[in-house]
């Protein structure tokens, strides 16, 4: 069965420093990886996707992540956070045909002045 | 020109009631779905339509029951409402199931009193 772990439900950094969400997934085949943001009383927005073309793919507002079989990880990254990156950011994980998304249970970024 | 477009946006109703959320599409997507979203942000399937023909319904109580009209609509009708049905739900759609990313609507919160 498909599942998706994120360690940390809450992560803390400095505006500017590096962003570093973790996300670690578990399925029987090659997955379609998903990181979503959601901002406080909205709905998700997408901000990259890996679906077996590049293991590194690049997102908008400047995020990024990386495809690693052999971790069986799709951490997303930001070079330089801003104030407005804090939001709820989800890992999702799907499969061809399985007419449904498995989320993680969510990490909250908090960026400080 | 809202991609997915729920209504209503807030619900409050007493228990007991029954209630509907209606849901829109307008991206030629052949699947929708409707998630919740409990109150620690944990994201959880309940339905998923292919073609307006049910795919999943993941052991949701029978009081919780999906119509989708047409291909580019999915409500959601809810019976005797409980207390544990405070929830935020959101309805989202994919041209396929699984195989590429999900648009997610700005969601309905409801509130059981």
């Known amino acids: 069965a498909q599942s998706v772990t994120q360690l940390g439900s809450h992560v803390s950094v400095s505006e500017g420093a590096l962003v570093l969400l973790r996300c670690n997934y578990s399925?029987?085949?090659?997955?379609?990886l998903f990181w979503y943001v959601q901002y406080p009383n909205q709905g998700l927005q997408l901000l990259l996707k890996?679906?077996?073309?590049?293991?590194l793919v690049k997102g908008i507002n400047g995020f990024e992540a990386e495809f690693k079989k052999s971790e069986t990880s799709f951490h997303l990254t930001k070079p330089s956070a801003h104030m407005s990156d804090a939001a709820e950011y989800f890992c999702?994980?799907?499969?061809?045909?399985?007419?449904?998304?498995?989320f993680g249970t969510g990490t909250r970024l908090k960026v400080l002045a | 020109d809202t991609a997915v477009s729920q209504t209503p946006k807030y619900l409050v109703t007493q228990m007991g009631n029954d209630k509907s959320i209606k849901c829109e599409q307008n991206?030629?997507?052949?699947?929708m779905y409707w998630y919740k979203q409990d109150s620690k942000k944990f994201l959880k399937i309940m339905f998923s339509?292919?073609?307006?023909?049910?795919?999943i319904n993941e052991t949701v109580p029978n009081r919780f029951s999906p119509k989708s009209p047409d291909k580019a609509h999915l409500n959601l009708h809810i019976n005797s409402l409980e207390l544990g049905d405070s929830a935020v739900y959101f309805c989202?759609?994919?041209?396929?199931?699984?195989?590429?990313?999900?648009?997610f609507g700005q969601g309905t919160r409801l509130t059981v009193v």
């Open positions: 989202a759609s994919s041209q396929e199931g699984g195989n590429t990313e999900a648009f």
């Open positions: 399925s029987s085949v090659p997955p379609y």
């Open positions: 890996y679906t077996s073309a590049a293991t």
């Open positions: 999702a994980v799907s499969d061809s045909g399985t007419y449904k998304y498995i």
């Open positions: 991206l030629g997507h052949d699947t």
């Open positions: 339509y292919n073609n307006k023909e049910l795919i």
